[in-house]
């Protein structure tokens, strides 16, 4: 007789957190259903959910450790591997200082292991260069919104938005990149909801929105600051709202004075009367809420872009009720987990400075350690860099891929290579991996327990379903045996007991445990003690997580690269629907491949014409810092003098052409912005 | 006892399970720690629901075939190449199936078992099969609307026993074929003849079902023939198509929705082939070996869909694929429901 068991788990794609069973026959993964009382998936999944674990019994897993000899990868013993990760490592901090060593986190990995990695890092090599992905995607919104609301996460609830009467949506392609937000967001536009959506390209859900303001790319806080002009003008500011619970409204005030909607316009491209209407009716409703995603968050001014979506909502007094609020949609399974646990390299577990003594005392004590480093570390973002300046030259890479994620990927490229020694620990060879001088093999989240945090912040479970291929580890495994041998004795019995020392630890975790986490489906942080039931919707009544909501008075700044006669587009790159990220996962489920199976550019009929591009054409693009060949769609989804690629595509890499320039505070690239053009860089 | 009707108790049923679950592959009906409701296999026969329910996804992908199934394993060393089928089905019952699942399979017997080319793996996998059903007294759930297409709420044929809920402690059995007299004729202390009174009450309650004002939901005929002629309706399927947001839950999720694909993946020097449930919804599922997709636009394939669903399957199997189960509304993240395509129709 076989066996069919059906085992409860959290999606590994998007931030939505959809929980559905995996349904294992003999040992082997055979279908997945959603559950019907989750509160997100309520019995629905994207086409991602539903084909959400072909990859992890796919024949190209890694299955024993390799480690490089003479430019060849060799299969290795685990004792083998982890005795040279070790002495390399330990070397390395000997001779250069703690601090010529960094670890990458992972989105993709479990709280759990986010944790252990920042531990290892912190406490046995006593470094804080230990950061992740983050930094490529919402780094912006925890700098900006910790800074004015001081808490940097979504401030409402996915099951809100069918409540919205406005929903403003910016830089979020919602049904795409979080379909199960963007349907709750198309339900509340059937039901009598406004949809503003401000984006450069004509996204589905723009079929569902009144207004739809195509903003050149990089001029939000412009437009934002143009709309806070016209509510305040008009009168429509919540004056209450801001009397009480706000500071810092008369210089936001002085500073919005000169974007009047005309002058809005020549910066934006977005019409005067309709930028006022759109204004009028966000700043009318009580019910109106701000989503918004990485064209929001990757800018040089990613972090003033995300206080302006903050302004705005603090002006109108749509903040801490239901269907309000500031809502930044997490692109990862557990980019929020990844965060709030501290693999991030200025902060503990729960957003604890690392350069105030207090926390470090408490972390010493916790973790039986003296001297935890003060420094704030290096983000992700800057580890090319110092490896090509010999400040940096160790990495121990959990599960990321920074050679198809990062900008500038021939810059990247030189980095890694610049390094003495490369440790990735992944379930793939990836495209980073190959370049690595010792290969971890590490489980899926098929694989293992542990816990997720989605972007309602809801920590929810992960549990095993199936055994791991070959001699993979649990990475959470991984890292406890690399800080024993290190010589810090690091011993858990399983996912739960690691879970249990970081609540301990964690004041918004605090009232968490896998006991309360097995009901209903989890629970959204903060959780401050055992009888807390969870919080659906941060600020409420107001009352900002720092006192009062503070303003911010923001000029606009221009990108960093902009168009000129030698390249005149604008390229703005971002995700499509069947693929994920860098595409590891997804280029190995058949039916997502085949939706997809190359990368293309989106381009306007009217650029079409005038750089004599033909449709379906396989044509090269270049930025002056790479060149790629893609697949030309002729289409006016995109307007014109701005062409968009997706970044999944190792084989063309949308980041062989990006900028390496970043946010002075959050160190996060701009992706959303940089010249190109159509044709090669032949000289 | 009469021939084909009997009935037991609910203590019965307990008891023909708890033997069942040792003899076979035994799937039934079952609510989690969770709250969620499937056909799960059963490890302890009290754990198995009596009433009629409807699963997420049909029995037919629930049980007979997964999302994915490996088909055979191709190896080629020295020279030889060996070719072994991957069929890993052994006997099974399932217990508690609705009416619309079963509709679902009959559909399905007829698609993989009954045409020109009879697929191998889906008929080896029937022969082991036998359904134990459950007949729908009160609907499921609110999407239902089996009676307006004749498809239930009573099954009238393929079932192997079908059990109807006397709301006394005692179930109907109707015996549908030889599976299932072979389970009454194992079993005999479990099973009770039926009286005048009891068929008297079982056929109250029946009657009672169909009567239900779901019956009157869709005019299925008259619409039927009104898309035969006429085109759908532009606004709607256009709204439909606006709001799809391409997640394949739709056909995923039907129980006559049969198209698949087929992967062959690279393996230790070998290859296995592998069939996976595919999604007409998707432009993919379209796409020619040059590159040429006969329809690029998402309003195509919704209307394809419908017409695949209603018209083209009465034609080619002499009644419309849609069994009225409402799953694909259950699923669908944007509430597009067929009942309102069907509703414009007549």
């Known amino acids: 007789m076989s066996e069919v068991k059906q085992v409860l788990t959290t999606c590994s794609y998007c931030g939505c957190g959809c929980g559905f069973y995996l349904k294992v026959k003999d040992g082997e993964i055979i279908g997945i259903t959603p559950s019907q009382k989750h509160p997100v998936s309520q019995s629905s999944l994207c086409v991602k959910g539903w084909n959400g674990a072909e990859f992890v019994q796919h024949p190209d897993r890694l299955t024993d450790p390799l480690i490089k000899e003479n430019g060849k990868f060799r299969k290795a013993s685990w004792d083998e591997a982890l005795s040279l990760l070790v002495k390399k490592f330990s070397q390395q901090a000997k001779e250069g200082g703690p601090d010529s060593l960094a670890f990458f986190g992972s989105a993709k990995c479990s709280n759990e292991e986010n944790y252990l990695i920042m531990k290892l890092a912190r406490a046995v090599f006593k470094t804080n260069n230990v950061d992740h992905c983050a930094r490529l995607c919402h780094a912006s919104t925890v700098a900006g919104l910790a800074a004015v609301f001081g808490s940097g996460a979504m401030t409402n609830s996915i099951d809100e938005f069918l409540d919205c009467e406005v929903i403003l949506i910016t830089g979020s392609n919602t049904t795409e990149q979080h379909p199960l937000i963007g349907s709750r967001i198309i339900k509340a536009a059937k039901a009598g909801a406004t949809l503003i959506v401000v984006d450069p390209r004509k996204i589905q859900l723009t079929k569902f929105a009144k207004f739809h303001l195509k903003q050149n790319c990089g001029t939000d806080v412009a437009w934002m600051n143009g709309m806070m002009r016209v509510i305040i003008k008009e009168g429509l500011e919540d004056k209450e709202f801001i009397k009480n619970n706000t500071e810092g409204y008369e210089e936001l005030k002085k500073t919005v004075e000169k974007y009047t909607p005309e002058y809005v316009e020549k910066i934006t491209g977005i019409p005067a009367e309709e930028l006022a209407a759109a204004a009028r009716v966000f700043a009318r409703s009580r019910k109106s809420s701000i989503v918004y995603s990485m064209g929001i968050t990757q800018h040089t001014t990613g972090v003033d872009n995300v206080k302006s979506t903050a302004n705005l909502a603090m002006l109108t007094g749509n903040i801490g009720r239901p269907s309000t609020g500031v809502n930044p949609l997490r692109g990862q399974n557990n980019v929020q987990g990844a965060c709030d646990v501290g693999a991030l390299p200025n902060v503990y577990s729960g957003y604890q400075a690392v350069i105030d003594p207090k926390n470090r005392e408490k972390f010493e004590k916790a973790w039986g350690v003296s001297g935890l480093p003060d420094k704030i570390g290096v983000p992700v973002t800057m580890v090319p860099q110092l490896a090509i300046e010999g400040k940096i030259k160790a990495l121990y890479i959990m599960g990321e891929n920074p050679m198809v994620s990062e900008p500038n990927t021939a810059h990247v490229e030189k980095g890694l290579n610049a390094l003495d020694f490369l440790v990735v620990q992944d379930i793939f060879l990836t495209e980073t991996a190959a370049l690595a001088d010792v290969v971890l093999p590490a489980t899926s989240f098929a694989e293992k327990d542990g816990t997720f945090t989605s972007t309602e912040r809801r920590v929810e479970r992960i549990r095993k379903a199936v055994k791991a291929p070959g001699q993979a580890r649990e990475d959470w495994q991984i890292i406890c045996e690399i800080a024993t041998r290190a010589g810090y004795k690091m011993e858990y019995a399983s996912a739960q007991a690691i879970f249990t020392e970081l609540a301990q630890v964690t004041p918004s975790y605090h009232g968490m445990s896998y006991e309360r986490l097995e009901k209903d489906f989890g629970l959204q942080w903060p959780c401050p003690n055992l009888d807390h039931p969870g919080t659906k919707y941060l600020h409420k009544d107001g009352k900002f997580t720092r006192g009062k909501g503070l303003f911010s008075a923001i000029e606009y700044k221009p990108p960093v690269e902009m168009p000129d006669e030698e390249y005149p587009l604008v390229l703005t790159t971002g995700r499509q629907y069947f693929h994920y990220h860098t595409r590891t996962m997804t280029k190995r489920t058949s039916t997502l491949e085949r939706e997809t199976p190359e990368c293309y550019i989106e381009i306007n009929p009217l650029d079409a014409k005038k750089y004599h591009v033909r449709k379906e054409s396989l044509i090269a693009v270049s930025s002056r810092r790479g060149t790629i060949t893609v697949r030309a769609k002729v289409s006016e989804i995109i307007k014109a003098g701005t062409v968009f690629i997706p970044f999944h595509f190792a084989e063309a890499a949308a980041n062989r052409l990006t900028i390496d320039a970043f946010d002075p505070v959050a160190k996060i690239p701009e992706f959303k912005v940089c010249a190109v053009k159509i044709g090669g860089n032949n000289k | ?346």
């Open chain 2, 1 to 346: 006892m009469t021939n084909d009707k009997c009935q037991m108790t609910n203590e019965g049923i307990i008891k023909l399970l708890d033997k069942l679950k040792d003899e076979v592959n035994l799937f039934a009906p079952q609510t989690n720690e969770y709250g969620d409701t499937s056909l799960a296999q059963v490890k302890d026969a009290c754990n198995v629901q009596l009433k009629h329910f409807k699963p997420v996804m049909p029995a037919v992908r629930e049980v007979l075939f997964g999302q994915v199934k490996k088909m055979l394993r191709y190896q080629k060393s020295a020279g030889k190449t060996t070719v072994a089928t991957l069929d890993d089905f052994s006997e099974t019952v399932i217990f508690g199936l609705p009416t619309c699942d079963l509709e679902g399979i009959l559909y399905n017997d007829v698609f993989y078992g009954q045409r020109e080319f009879p697929d191998f793996y889906y008929n080896r996998a029937r022969e082991k099969l036998t359904l134990i059903t459950i007949a729908c007294v009160t609907p499921p759930n609110k999407n239902c609307f089996c009676a307006s297409m004749g498809h239930g709420p009573f099954a009238t044929k393929g079932f192997d026993l079908q059990l109807t809920d006397l709301g006394n402690g005692r179930f109907m059995v109707e015996v549908g074929s030889s599976k299932g007299e072979k389970i009454v004729s194992l079993s005999p202390g479990l099973f009770e003849p039926v009286g005048q009174n009891e068929i008297a009450a079982w056929e109250k309650i029946k009657q009672g079902a169909e009567r239900l004002p779901r019956k009157d939901f869709i005019k299925k005929d008259q619409a039927l023939e009104t898309m035969g002629r006429e085109p759908l309706n532009e606004e709607l399927l256009k709204d439909i198509s606006n709001r799809c947001i391409s997640c394949g839950a739709c056909n995923y999720t039907c129980p006559t929705c049969a198209c698949f694909n087929v992967v062959d993946l690279e393996n230790q020097g070998g290859v296995v082939r592998q069939r996976l449930l595919d999604s007409c919804i998707f432009s993919g599922y379209w796409r020619m070996a040059g590159g040429h997709t006969p329809k690029p636009e998402k309003i195509q394939r919704t209307r394809n869909r419908y017409f695949c669903k209603l018209v083209w399957d009465k034609e080619k199997f002499g009644d419309s694929g849609c069994v009225g189960c409402g799953r694909c509304l259950d699923s669908c993240p944007v509430d597009i429901d067929i009942k309102e395509v069907i509703r414009s129709l007549a």
